[in-house]
């Protein structure tokens, strides 16, 4: 009866990550998300007619040196100078799968994004906490639509002189019975979005080259 357990607990010991599914979304003006939790199982499949940007994350993802083998065979198919792959990757993708970037440049037409750290040198540095990124990519899988990740000011009003006065004015709920502004029902602040910055700078990048015309 030990052997089972035994597998059990070394089935849990790889994490969160290996149990993501692989997934896909659009996130329109060419540029297609897909997410590889285990490499090769779960690369995408390869159309030579199909001639679209791609981001491919890589995060948290599982793999070997067979997979970092068909990773690469996979993006010299894929990715090109007018057709770039965005790949996603951070300190918790599986160091084979990281191994061949060690290097900028690896492959044409691939650029890879992420939270630097001592395992990981990307082309394209983000600022995000380990905590942030990994509730981010979590609520990648829930959200139907995905560009709630990536907009910060979705539901800002827009800053005009007419708001502006507005805000300047205190509010009558929070004035004391002299009428000075008091503390009698201070308003909590909403929380901040939840966004993907990761993802959020690779979708940037990709519409950057689009307004250079380099894609």
């Given at each position: 009866?030990?052997?089972?357990?035994?597998?059990?607990?070394?089935?849990?010991?790889?994490?969160?990550?290996?149990?993501?599914?692989?997934?896909?979304?659009?996130?329109?003006?060419?540029?297609?998300?897909?997410?590889?939790?285990?490499?090769?199982?779960?690369?995408?499949?390869?159309?030579?007619?199909?001639?679209?940007?791609?981001?491919?994350?890589?995060?948290?993802?599982?793999?070997?040196?067979?997979?970092?083998?068909?990773?690469?065979?996979?993006?010299?198919?894929?990715?090109?100078?007018?057709?770039?792959?965005?790949?996603?990757?951070?300190?918790?993708?599986?160091p084979?799968?990281?191994?061949?970037?060690?290097?900028?440049?690896?492959?044409?037409?691939?650029?890879?994004?992420?939270?630097?750290?001592?395992?990981?040198?990307?082309?394209?540095?983000?600022?995000?906490?380990?905590?942030?990124?990994?509730?981010?990519?979590?609520?990648?899988?829930a959200?139907?639509?995905?560009?709630?990740?990536?907009?910060?000011n979705?539901?800002?009003?827009?800053?005009?002189?007419?708001?502006?006065?507005?805000?300047?004015?205190?509010?009558?709920?929070?004035?004391?019975?002299?009428?000075t502004?008091?503390?009698?029902?201070?308003?909590?602040?909403?929380?901040?979005?939840?966004?993907?910055?990761?993802?959020?700078?690779?979708?940037?990048?990709?519409?950057?080259?689009?307004?250079?015309?380099?894609?």
């Amino acid at each position: 009866m030990k052997k089972p357990f035994s597998s059990l607990l070394l089935i849990f010991s790889f994490g969160a990550g290996l149990f993501a599914a692989p997934l896909e979304r659009d996130l329109s003006r060419g540029l297609i998300y897909h997410r590889a939790p285990n490499v090769p199982a779960d690369l995408p499949a390869t159309n030579p007619a199909e001639k679209r940007s791609r981001v491919l994350d890589l995060r948290y993802a599982q793999g070997n040196d067979d997979g970092a083998t068909a990773l690469i065979a996979w993006l010299r198919t894929n990715a090109t100078t007018r057709t770039p792959v965005f790949l996603l990757a951070n300190a918790e993708t599986n160091p084979a799968l990281l191994a061949p970037f060690a290097r900028q440049n690896a492959v044409e037409g691939v650029l890879t994004v992420g939270p630097s750290s001592a395992r990981f040198n990307p082309d394209i540095a983000v600022k995000v906490s380990p905590e942030i990124e990994r509730r981010a990519y979590d609520a990648i899988e829930a959200q139907t639509e995905i560009e709630s990740l990536l907009k910060e000011n979705s539901d800002k009003l827009r800053n005009d002189e007419a708001r502006l006065a507005k805000e300047r004015q205190p509010d009558p709920a929070l004035l004391d019975d002299a009428g000075t502004p008091g503390e009698k029902n201070p308003v909590a602040k909403p929380p901040a979005p939840l966004i993907d910055l990761t993802l959020q700078r690779a979708m940037q990048l990709h519409r950057g080259l689009q307004a250079l015309k380099k894609i």
